[in-house]
Structure formats: structure tokens, C-alpha cells
């Protein structure tokens, strides 16, 4: 088994995932850098990999460990990292991330599956109480008080194809809505990706919106929604026709038992401009006896996509949840402001992404050759961390 260091992850990003370029010029905006850009670039994705969670370790870490094995030439505040960042073009950083995933696909990084999916999903992050920024949303307490503020952004991942790369963030402000900022950020990712190399997109029901599918129609893109409520006459529908009738197919999903209806004749509701909507529900019996019950909409014919392979599509979704959201919160510091300032926590965000997905590419596909088993993010961590040596240590 190759063994796992900073230096060989940096190695792996700058030659297989073709990054040297991007550190040298991530969109530099100082007009008279002192630090070398390649140095800052690099400790945004140093933070997230090793989990600093905030520039003040990075700080620390400097000073303490062989900047050679951190893959930094000089040390520097966290001041510098928030100037740097305040001015980083955040579009370079979404084009790399984009060329990344690019050519992850051509190294047959991806399964072989039909279909690769781009899940949108909104989230908040990094809730604060210190003065609002334009991008702070209020939150207030029972009587009206404004008490903190929260940021909130919509997210694209890549889902479904065996490894879960999210890739773009797109911020919105007070007064916005999710899926106006969802339709700005999937039409930026199918025209960085190129309208050929996602099959699918996949949302919850916030999504379900017509602006948001006719979007997706108009980029080639096929739509899988969660039908809910919001949608009631369609919901209706589907309640009054597959409630009475016996599923038209059962299967096993792990250990769990699957019903599922499929019937592609609904009538669209008045705004939707598809001759009529394919409605799926799946019932989902739990070994411990729970059993959960969606439905799902699209526009996906039957031919080309049969009602198994639906269900497949659909749980892909969770993907954002878990393998986005959840990950990039709780091991990677999403939620933490490293500057309150739009670009740069923008620019945070972004970086952040990219480290995922340099650390799961090289995890997963790169460190990964014959039987032994795939590390662990958490198993990753801890072997860079016990890879460095303090200043001052015997390298022999
Ligand atoms: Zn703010």
C-alpha cells in the first residue's frame, strides 16, 4: 500500500488532478503580493484536509511542523489568508473544480453507471452574532428580536456515479429564494461541465418548482423531484390512484423490502409545460418494521429509465445529505466563518469543496490499488497528522 503524506497528496493534485497551474493563479486579486499565491491556495486546502477548522492552527502548525512536509515555503498570519480571500475570483476556483471533475471522467474515475447525477440541495452555515454582512439572513427570537444571523447557500454535488464530489456552492441573500439560487448554480455547473457529462439532475421538493424544471429541461437535463405537498392537486393524484392499488413491483434493497408504483400519465399541474408527469412511489419496509413511503416525479421515460433503476436514482439524493452537507459540517468545518466577509467565505466554501474532492479522489481511487480496504477519511487524517515531524526533528 502506497503510504499517505501531505507531500504525495500534493504531488497527486498537482500532477494526476493537473492543480499546479490553479495554485500559482487561483484568481489572485492582490495587487502586490508578498505571500506567494501558491502558498495561500495551498493552506486553504492544507485547513480543510487536515481538519485545522480555523486559520489560527494553521498559524500554530506553521511554526511547529517542517513547512517542506506541510508543502508551504514561508509562514503567515490569518490576516493574510482573509486579505487573499477577500479578493479571489471565485469563478477560477469553480472552472478548476469543474475541469476537475472533468477529467476525474475521462480516468474512468466514475462507474460505469448509465447515469451521472448532479444534486442540488440548500443548506445554512456559519451562524453568527457578530455585525451582519450583505449576506447575513436574520434570525430572530419569539418577539421579533433579531438575535443572530445565518448564511445560507445552495449546493451542487456529483451523485450516483460510486463517489460523492461536491463541487459548487451558490450564496444567496435576505430576499432571494433557494430555488432562484439553485437555477443560477445548475445552469453555471452544466456550462463549466459541458451538457454532456451529467445524465440526470435530482432535487428535493423545494425544487419542484415549474422555473426550476423548465431550467432543467432547457439544459438537456432530465429532473427527478421529490413529490410533496406543495404540489397538491398532483399529490392528490397519485394518493387517489396508487393508494388503491397493489405495487407493480417488489425487490430487496439490502436488507430492506421495496414496493414501488410507477405510472407515467399524470396531468402536469398549470404552470408545468410537460405533456404529463411520471409519478413513482416507493415503500420502503425496514427490518425493524418501519416502513417509509415517498414519491418522486419526472419527466424520464420508461424506456429509458425503468421503474428499478428510478428508485436507484432517487436515493441518490441522499447523497447531498450525507456525503455533502453532513460531511462538509461535521468533519471538514463548513459551518465555521474563517472571515465574515461575502467573498471570502465564498472563497472558503470553494476551496473547501476542492479539498473534498482531492482528498476523496486520492483516498478512494488513488491510495486504493488491490484488496486492502479504502481508508477512512477519519483513518486518512490521522495518518497525515502522524506523518508530519515537529521543526527541529532528525529526518533520518
Ligand atoms: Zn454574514
Known sequence: MKSPSLQSIRNYACHTLALTTFLDQPGDGRTQPKIPAADLSWALLLGPILRLGSANRLEWLANFGHRKDLGLTRKFGDDALAYFTERVDPEVIRHRSAATLKLAKCNKVFEEAAFIGLAIDGTGAGRTTKPACPLCHPIKDSKGNVISHNHHFVMVSVVGAGITLPFDVEPYKPGDSEYAAGKRLLKRAVSHLGPRFAGYVVADAKFATAPFLHTSDQLGLPIIARLKQNLPELAAAVESRFGRQPPMDTFSHGEDRIEVWDADDFDPWESLEWTTVRVMRYRQHKKDGTIIQADWLTNFSTA???????????????????????????LYGVEHIQHHHPNSMLVNWLFLLLALMIERLYRIRYLHRGSHPVLTAMQLKDTLWLSLRPVGADSS
Open 304 to 330: 429509458k429509465l425503468r421503474t428499478r433503476s428510478f428508485f436507484k436514482l432517487a436515493k441518490s439524493r441522499w447523497e447531498i445529505e450525507n456525503q455533502g452537507f453532513n460531511d462538509a459540517k461535521n
